[in-house]
């Protein structure tokens, strides 16, 4: 066996500049060399640990190697468990179909069908919408402001993000876009005025196939919709004759607390797109549930190589039984947890701060985007893995594993409030703080400046801290 690569110090950060794409993005914020995890923390190659704030941009809800998610994926495997399985019939497919049928459909009395269009959430969103079209037979999809679907060429025709429009602008077509809950004011008035428009043969709309939604927007600022909102807007789709789909794959398998996010609405959408933590260990999978009279695809008309992951079935079942009456309630107590920690900071820095999101999806509005940012990095800096969101990231935003530990969610929120409150509080700590935050990468070819997976000194880390410990 080839022995593994050794690369001292920071040497890897200037291979994967002179190896990988300038596209990279969290390894910018987060350069060290990652090597295990478990849990909320991940452990770099150095044997420095790291809180998880981030879940893999919600692709962890249940943790990194969940025991019982792990014991599950080895044991198949040794078992010579069929590993591709295209959409054959498959044991491990069987297994978690009829249970997820059984304790999460069933009991919502929800009625649909399955399909594993790829193992991507870009995928099913690209499925849900061909799908809307050619069962509607109309080509117009509604999306919303600050949207975020993914960024193949229909997913990102429904993504409002510039930046990740910007190289397929062009390309772009077949979208309206609607003003979500809340954009500059906007509200049910704004979705029964398109309505009219859309109805009236001199309104300029093309006929509706569907409209896509997130009920809270991840990427887009941790933006939630009301119920009030979402029910009007499941009602107008239906009068349109037009599709719901719901986005659920940031929100779902617990996120916003139930295991779908559209359930605290009352509203049943026609077709659901689900992926990220569906798989529970972060395996690729994606899953779209959809009423049953909207299945009109032929054959094979959508598919993927990799539609019939075993392996992420098998950990995605496995999941399915943690959801007890317990896992529950600790949902809801971290949610607790989470939204008693915002108050205070939004108290403390009135006008700069505001509180965003939902049960496990929550998360800080700076006023200042640069602040936003700056909180982040030095977090980062303390080893805390977390995001910025938001069309100018101007959100901080928190996603740890729905099952981290009370007492270490609890620490880390309030290290980063002490975070927090250097950055906001006191210019004369900044400073000291970011006069060695950054150090150069010659290897990175985008001119961005790259903090190290250490701070350059040894007197900067006891210095960081010590102005931390006194805060």
């Not at 695809?297 to 539609?307: A, Y």
Request: proline content about 4%; aromatic content about 6%; overall charge negative.
């Amino acid at each position: 066996m080839k022995p593994k690569a050794t690369f001292s110090d920071s040497d890897h950060v200037g291979f994967f500049a002179d190896h990988e794409l300038k596209v990279r993005s969290y390894c910018r914020r987060l350069p060290a060399l990652l090597a295990s995890a478990r849990g909320a923390v991940i452990r770099d190659s150095s044997g420095n640990d790291y809180v998880d704030l981030l879940s893999a941009c919600g692709s962890l809800n249940y943790g990194h190697n969940h025991p019982q998610l792990r014991s599950a994926a080895v044991n198949y495997l040794l078992s010579d468990g069929l590993a591709a399985g295209l959409d054959f019939h498959t044991e491990a497919k069987l297994d978690f179909m009829s249970k997820f049928e059984e304790r999460i459909l069933a009991p919502r009395r929800l009625r649909y069908v399955m399909q594993f269009p790829g193992p991507t959430g870009t995928n099913c969103v690209e499925a849900a919408i061909k799908l809307a079209r050619k069962t509607t037979g109309k080509s117009n999809i509604v999306a919303f402001t600050n949207a975020f679907h993914g960024v193949s060429m229909g997913s990102l025709a429904a993504t409002g993000s510039s930046s990740c429009r910007a190289a397929a602008r062009g390309l772009l077509g077949g979208v309206t876009r609607l003003p979500y809950d809340g954009y500059c004011g906007a509200g049910l008035d704004d979705i029964t005025r398109f309505e009219r428009m859309a109805a009236d043969p001199s309104g300029g709309v093309e006929p509706v196939a569907a409209i896509v939604v997130e009920t809270v927007q991840g990427e887009g600022g941790l933006n939630v919709a009301s119920i009030e909102w979402l029910g009007g807007l499941a009602t107008v789709a239906k009068r349109l004759g037009a599709l719901l789909i719901v986005d659920e794959i940031q929100t779902g398998c617990g996120r916003t607390g139930p295991f779908f996010s559209f359930e605290r609405a009352g509203i049943q959408p026609d077709i659901v797109c689900l992926a990220k933590s569906i798989a529970g260990y972060g395996f690729p999978m994606s899953l779209l549930l959809l009423r049953p009279e909207h299945d009109v695809w032929s054959p094979g008309e959508h598919n993927g190589t990799f539609r019939g992951n075993s392996l992420a079935f098998v950990t995605a079942a496995a999941a399915l039984d943690l959801w007890t009456g317990e896992f529950i309630d600790g949902i809801e107590a971290r949610s607790r947890l989470l939204a008693d920690w915002c108050r205070p900071m939004v108290a403390r820095y009135c006008g700069r701060v505001s509180a965003k999101g939902i049960g496990m999806m929550r998360g800080l509005r700076f006023s200042d985007c640069s602040d936003a940012v700056r909180v982040a990095e030095h977090a980062a800096r303390e080893r805390i893995v977390i995001e910025c969101c938001g069309p100018r990231d101007e959100v901080l935003k928190i996603m740890a594993p729905l099952n981290i530990e009370i007492d270490l969610f609890s620490s880390t929120l309030e290290r980063l409030a002490r975070i927090i409150d250097l950055v906001l509080g006191s210019n004369e700590a900044v400073l000291r703080l970011e006069r060695n935050d950054a150090v150069s990468d010659p290897h990175d070819h985008c001119g961005d400046a790259i903090a190290g997976p250490e701070l350059p000194h040894a007197v900067a880390n006891v210095e960081l801290h010590s102005l931390l410990g006194d805060a």
